[in-house]
């Protein structure tokens, strides 16, 4: 009795012919392809692909039209090409711009202030540098009481106020789009800053550039309500730009104070120096605790001595966390710089700045525990109402905002 599996014996003669048919080298191969076509015809239940190819694909992976399977590769590559650039320039990918609509010549205008069209310039250059897409943010806040004072029909003027707004946003991706960059564009109706920290929630965008208001009287740039709260409860990096000589940074100011978050603010500093050009200051500020202990005011041997270690051991742990944020990773301009803050690190701070000309300050702030959206620490607070160049600030990796997402 056979013992041959019912399969084999249920073969076709002719393909077991030409399984036990010996191979003639004189005559031409076949075309298994076509000969497959001709067997099974056009429509192939399983594969249109022989079995020769080691792989049966389902009919509609491997017979997709040329159209198809070009449009994938081309996905493909473009997919390749993004992650790519953004090996290089990590930081940022989705920036977010904040627009100020009142701060246009009239409602509806692509004429906008300095510090505006600053913040606009800021986040399309860094969108190009970085690969990065950017999006254009405005809000508008109408009270009710303001609608029904007016003599016009309330949604006529709600219409009216978005349609004007919606034209001035539309002109900026369109001018995004001219550079060849990813751009979009976003209308909503509430406060400002609240607004934009949703906008970030939802959005996961990694920056947030936002312009000030024009220099006081006092010699400094005056912080809007906007930006001052973005700066205090917004999650994501907040840039604060302001109009100067330079179109783009070209002295930045890092101040480190060797915390985690240090890390972070030397990292993006370094990305932006990169990318502008800019000189990069490493800027650590020393304290003499013991001065206040037993110090008589008098700088004598021990004293410079002290005073010396404290330096040289500043600057070494510079040096350390220069290297282990850097990497390999090829470096711009950098500068390292010892300064005695004298227990007032604001100062020292602003008198550098002052007297090296700084157009970008980059520092960390940090957020008491259990206490959402709130800064610690007095030098944070001055700097930030007090500098007199461009701010960058970063919060810690675990900051939680007081908005939220609803």
């Known amino acids: 009795m056979s013992t041959h599996p019912a399969s084999e014996l249920?073969?076709?003669?002719?393909?077991?012919?030409?399984?036990?048919?010996?191979?003639?080298?004189?005559?031409?191969?076949?075309?298994?392809?076509?000969?497959?076509?001709?067997?099974?015809?056009?429509?192939?239940?399983?594969?249109?692909?022989?079995?020769?190819?080691?792989?049966?694909?389902?009919?509609?992976?491997?017979?997709?039209?040329?159209?198809?399977?070009?449009?994938?590769?081309?996905?493909?590559?473009?997919?390749?090409?993004?992650?790519?650039?953004?090996?290089?320039?990590?930081?940022?990918?989705?920036?977010?711009v904040g627009i100020d609509l009142l701060q246009a010549d009239s409602l509806g205008s692509t004429n906008f202030s300095p510090p505006v069209e600053e913040a606009i310039k800021h986040g399309l250059w860094l969108a190009e540098k970085a690969a990065a897409s950017v999006t254009f943010f405005a809000a508008v806040e109408m009270p009710e009481g303001d609608l029904f004072s007016l003599e016009f029909d309330e949604s006529a003027v709600a219409h009216e106020i978005r349609r004007a707004g919606q034209h001035a946003l539309d002109h900026l991706v369109d001018r995004a789009k001219k550079q060849g960059l990813a751009a979009d564009s976003k209308l909503v109706c509430g406060e400002g800053w609240v607004e934009l920290i949703r906008e970030v929630l939802h959005g996961g965008h990694d920056l947030v550039i936002v312009g000030t208001r024009n220099v006081g009287a006092v010699q400094r740039f005056l912080f809007g309500s906007t930006a001052m709260r973005l700066l205090h409860n917004c999650p994501c990096p907040v840039w604060v730009t302001r109009p100067e000589p330079h179109s783009l940074p070209t002295k930045i100011l890092v101040a480190s104070d060797f915390s985690e978050v240090s890390d972070t603010v030397l990292r993006l500093g370094l990305e932006i120096g990169k990318l502008s050009g800019a000189t990069v200051n490493l800027v650590h500020a020393v304290d003499y605790p013991l001065d206040r202990l037993w110090s008589t005011g008098l700088m004598d041997t021990s004293t410079v001595i002290y005073h010396d270690r404290v330096k040289n051991d500043a600057r070494q742990q510079l040096n350390e966390q220069l290297q282990r944020v850097a990497g390999q990773a090829s470096l711009p301009n950098v500068e390292l710089h010892i300064i005695e803050g004298l227990s007032i690190a604001d100062t020292a701070l602003i008198e550098f700045i002052q007297r090296h000309h700084i157009d970008l300050l980059v520092m960390g702030t940090m957020a008491r525990s259990g206490i959402p959206g709130v800064f610690i620490g007095n030098t944070a607070e001055r700097l930030v109402t007090h500098v007199s160049c461009s701010l960058l600030a970063v919060k810690p990796a675990d900051f939680t905002s007081a908005i939220h997402k609803t």
Not at 11 to 29: G, V
Request: net charge positive.
């Open 10 to 96: 249920n073969e076709s003669p002719r393909i077991q012919a030409e399984q036990t048919e010996p191979e003639n080298h004189d005559e031409p191969k076949p075309d298994i392809a076509a000969d497959a076509f001709r067997r099974t015809g056009p429509f192939p239940k399983v594969s249109c692909r022989p079995a020769w190819y080691g792989v049966r694909l389902p009919w509609r992976w491997s017979c997709r039209s040329r159209q198809a399977r070009r449009a994938d590769l081309l996905a493909d590559d473009v997919a390749v090409r993004r992650r790519s650039r953004g090996k290089t320039m990590s930081q940022f990918s989705n920036v977010l």
